[in-house]
């Protein structure tokens, strides 16, 4: 199979899209040539001979306008000269519909890599324009539709791995972006109820923001933790790049996740491919975990007594459990088995109509 795979950034550093250059040399691995087509790169890892990268110059300054005639370009280039068999987005239903609208026709299969609970006009568009639709698990894609195939995630569990004695005990993390809806209050007022209880935690936050918007988030965040006399205790970190990111799970006695997103958060699996044990209000995992990882939504309360009792535990416990958990990414969560499968699943879409 000759792959067309459109994604928004190829670069090796970037804190959100960095597992990227792993999911391009699993899938190098499985097809005849890879083309990628990104509209912003950045540092560009190593990666198979069979793999082109082409960006449509975000990170040149490209306006909207060039962007878009680069984007026609390299569609009509991927299509008439590579003879491309399929074509697969990656998160962004906008770049399906522009694909097939610009060059891509008809008789080419294209594919949609969509994980999250937002459901806007574009994904609906999108929709009568693939053959399958692609996400990690039932409540990540919330639009009525046969087309969907529910896959899992795709966690590099070689690049998260677990270290023995690099826990910090009392250290709770939380990674993601600095927004609302990743409801980083209740984490904070979680961490006061545990210190008032005489627990000695700490908590550290990694993410940044997208939009002014959840810089003031940030602000009130600051000002919460001021006014609740926890300031030696929490950390604000900012964004990390991807590469770096293991080592700050491994630090962790437990990983925090009080997303609303509805959809499975993709650090929470991250942190039990570290073999770190977590905590977490998003129902989606309830499948995953049962209700023992689980807590309430805004429920601070619930959320520092189950932190309490994990952060209390013997180091022998906590690796039993860190094993445990990282058992299930493994089993349910490779990026290997998730690119096999979505090549196999392409291959046999391609003859669908």
Known sequence: ?????????????????????????ELAARVEQLTVLTFQAGVLPQLPPNVEVRSLGREKGHGAAKILWCLRREL??????????????????????????????????????YTHAGVNRWLRW???????????????????????????????????????????????????????SKDVETMVRGLAALREAGVPATLEVVGDGLVPSDAEY????????????????????????????????????????????????????EAMACGVPVLTSNDSFVRILGE?????????????????????????????????????VERDHAVGPLMARLVREMEAGAGAR
């Open 1 to 25: 199979m000759r792959l067309l795979f459109i994604t928004q950034v190829v670069d090796d550093r970037d804190a959100v899209l960095g597992f990227l250059p792993t999911w391009l040399r």
């Open 126 to 180: 999108s929709e009568p324009l693939v053959r399958k639709i692609f996400t990690a698990s039932p409540e990540s894609l919330r639009i009525e539709t046969t087309k969907r195939v529910v896959t899992g995630h795709g966690i590099d569990t070689s690049f998260l791995r677990p270290e023995a004695g690099a826990a910090v005990p009392g250290k709770l993390l939380t990674i993601g972006r600095f927004t609302p």
């Open 76 to 113: 009509r280039r991927a299509v008439r000269e590579r003879g491309c068999d399929a074509v697969l987005t990656h998160m962004v239903p906008k770049y399906a519909v522009l694909a097939r609208r610009l060059a891509v026709p008809e008789e080419i299969p294209q594919f949609l890599w």
């Open 292 to 328: 023992e990882y689980r807590f309430s939504d805004r429920g601070i309360d619930e959320l520092a007594a189950k932190a309490k009792s994990l952060l209390l535990c013997s180091e022998a416990e906590r690796a039993q459990r860190g094993a445990e958990l990282r058992g299930i």
């Open 218 to 269: 940030r602000r009130q965040m600051e000002a919460l933790v001021d006014k609740l006399s926890i300031r030696e205790f929490v950390q604000f970190r900012g964004a990390i790049p991807y590469r770096e990111i293991p080592p700050v799970y491994r630090r962790a006695w437990v990983f925090l996740s009080a997303s609303r997103t509805g959809s499975v958060d993709k650090a929470v699996l």
